[in-house]
């Protein structure tokens, strides 16, 4: 095994505009789903109040104390939980846009290098990159040219 098998990038945004617009896509997506999520919360201790108001039971019943109390506990985890889930889907962005610009950005530089024939060589790009296939098929015509 080589070096190369082993080297550790560190260099996780390759094209930093498609990447960060990739993830903003995806915070984008994750903030309605929150927004959902957080209006569905309270949705449902609305509701539970207005059983209580139904039901004709005082305002300073133990009943709308513990829904008040249940509303700020729920408020904090649903706080702490979006800080979480935004870190994670930053991440997943980056890393998930570092598996789609690494090929196109292997591919431009093979070909910005392509000065004649004798300057084509075949590419690999790595394991989980996306877009094995484009590989191929520049490999492929590689080998047809180089006939």
Not at 8 to 34: D, E, H, M, W
Not at 72 to 98: D, R, V, Y
Not at 113 to 118: A, T
């Amino acid at each position: 095994m080589n070096k190369k098998e082993f080297s550790v990038r560190t260099k996780y945004l390759i094209n930093p505009s498609f990447q960060i617009t990739f993830i903003i896509y995806f915070l984008i997506i994750g903030v309605i789903a929150l927004m959902i999520f957080y209006s569905s919360n309270l949705y449902f201790f609305k509701t539970l109040a207005s059983e209580g108001i139904q039901l004709e039971l005082p305002s300073d019943h133990v009943y709308f104390e513990l829904l008040a109390s249940q509303k700020h506990l729920m408020n904090k985890i649903f706080m702490i939980t979006s800080a979480i889930f935004f870190i994670l889907i930053s991440l997943l962005g980056i890393f998930i846009s570092h598996r789609i610009a690494g090929p196109i950005y292997k591919m431009t530089k093979t070909l910005n290098s392509f000065q004649g024939v004798d300057d084509l060589r075949e590419i690999q790009f790595r394991k989980r990159d996306f877009f094995k296939e484009l590989a191929d098929s520049f490999n492929a015509l590689v080998v047809k040219i180089k006939r």
